[in-house]
């Protein structure tokens, strides 16, 4: 069973940085594309960023400049630096596969960015 813990949130205000991580319980990780996911209240959530096998990244508009994600694959985790935080970036984080698998979702880590 794939399971995936997401960690680093909390509350920053407008212009600050947070540092998520997330951390896979299979080796299926190494053989897969990796993405962060958010969804904020009353929208549906979103892939922001996702990082290939071999590194190549790729970026919603909306964070494009501003977040960095990343991977070690010998540890089976996933980083995303975010970077000159707004508000609007305020949401759950998730990490999952991508394409995602719905039954791969966890919990998922708050950020709220607010002044």
């Known amino acids: 069973q794939v399971q995936f813990v997401e960690s680093g949130g909390g509350l920053v205000q407008p212009g600050g940085s947070l540092r998520l991580s997330c951390a896979a319980s299979s080796s299926i990780f190494n053989f897969s594309i990796m993405g962060w996911y958010r969804q904020a209240p009353g929208k549906q959530r979103e892939l922001v960023a996702h990082?290939?096998?071999?590194?190549?990244?790729n970026y919603a508009d909306s964070v494009k400049g501003r977040f960095a994600i990343s991977r070690d694959n010998a540890k089976k985790t996933v980083f995303l630096q975010m970077n000159s935080l707004k508000p609007e970036d305020t949401a759950v984080y998730y990490c999952?596969?991508?394409?995602?698998?719905?039954?791969?979702w966890g919990q998922g880590t708050q950020v709220t960015v607010s002044s």
């Open positions: 999952n596969l991508v394409p995602n698998k719905a039954n791969y």
């Open positions: 990082v290939i096998n071999n590194g190549i990244t």
